[in-house]
Structure formats: C-alpha cells, structure tokens
C-alpha cells in the first residue's frame, strides 16, 4: 500500500510534466493517466477534477523554480549579486535551460490563457 502523500507527490510530478510540455486545456488529461502510473479512480481519489489537479500541477510545478531561484539568491549576500543572479536566473535557467521539462510553467500558463 502507497502512502497517499507520496502518491500525490508522484502524480503531481508526472502530470506537471505532461501539462507543461503540452498545455493545460489542450491537454487530453484522461488520455494519458495510464502514464502516471495509476488508474483514472485513483487519481480522482486525490484530486477531485482536471481543474483542480491542474492547479495542484502549477503549485507544484512552480515551487520548484521558486526553491531554485531562492537558493541561488540566498547564496550572495551583497543586494547587487542577489539581482544579478535573479536575472541570471530568468535568462538561463528559465527561458534557455529550464529546470523543468516544458519551460516556465507561470509562463506558459500565462501564454495558454492570453
């Protein structure tokens, strides 16, 4: 038996990944749940609707960044080498190298819905 917080975070990390790489409306959620792992009801179990795991999926997709970002900041202690690395940050480890497969989830959430 499968801790459910461990599912969560497996189902969470899977469907981020799909959502991101392929979009959040266009995606064919239902389609692709065999990849996750786990049957449709067990995904239901955890997450109530498409809508709502999507949510948990952008939360979880840009917690990721965000830990990303602050650890590179917390690492300079002058406020100019903070904004530096910030936008050093953006450029390449966003937009040229991102940390997750898809590119800046924030991004292409906003770009989706524009």
């Known amino acids: 038996m499968r801790n ?11 469907a981020g990944g799909l959502f991101n790489s392929h979009g959040y409306k266009a995606h064919l ?3 692709y749940h065999g990849s996750f792992g786990f049957t449709k009801g067990a995904i239901y179990r955890h997450f109530k609707s498409k809508e709502k795991l999507e949510e948990e999926a952008l939360g979880y997709l840009s917690g990721i960044c ?3 970002l602050t650890k590179r900041i917390k690492a300079q202690y002058q406020c100019w080498w903070q904004i530096a690395n910030y936008c050093e940050f953006l450029w390449n480890r966003i937009l040229v190298k991102p940390p997750i497969k898809g590119g800046c989830p924030l991004l292409n959430v906003a770009v989706e819905n524009g």
């Open 4 to 14: 459910s917080d461990d599912t969560i975070g497996i189902i969470l990390h899977q």
């Open 29 to 31: 959620y239902w389609s």
């Open 66 to 68: 965000f830990e990303n």
